[in-house]
Nanobody, 114 residues
């Protein structure tokens, strides 16, 4: 299973951004897919995830700020953020859970100019 993120960009504060994550390879039996972002000092924090049956979970700090969605036919997961703030500037990673295994993409950088 391979995950490839795209959509990271330099955006002005207050602007919008939509990230994409396309899954390829062995996509069977995925329990959930989600978005994480790099948080200091050296860890990744959950933004949101969707289970295989469509249940959505947002981290408490992310509720109302991000929108996660997916296109099953296109094997693609999305993350939308309106009204970006400098606090949102970091690397965003796509994650997939299958059984006890986790898979990660290489990340896509989001930069916010004030």
């Amino acid at each position: 299973l391979q995950l490839a993120e795209s959509g990271g960009d330099l955006v002005q504060a207050g602007g919008s951004l939509k990230l994409s994550c396309t899954a390829s390879g062995m996509r069977h039996s995925i329990n959930a897919m989600g978005w994480y972002r790099q948080a200091p000092p050296n860890q990744r924090e959950l933004v949101a995830k969707i289970t295989h049956d469509g249940r959505i979970q947002y981290a408490d700090a992310m509720k109302g700020r991000f929108i996660i969605s997916r296109d099953i036919g296109a094997n693609t997961l999305y993350l939308k953020r309106n009204r970006l703030s400098p606090d949102d500037a970091t690397d965003y990673y796509c994650n997939a859970e299958r059984g006890t295994s986790e898979y990660w993409g290489k990340g896509t950088p989001v930069t916010v100019s004030s």
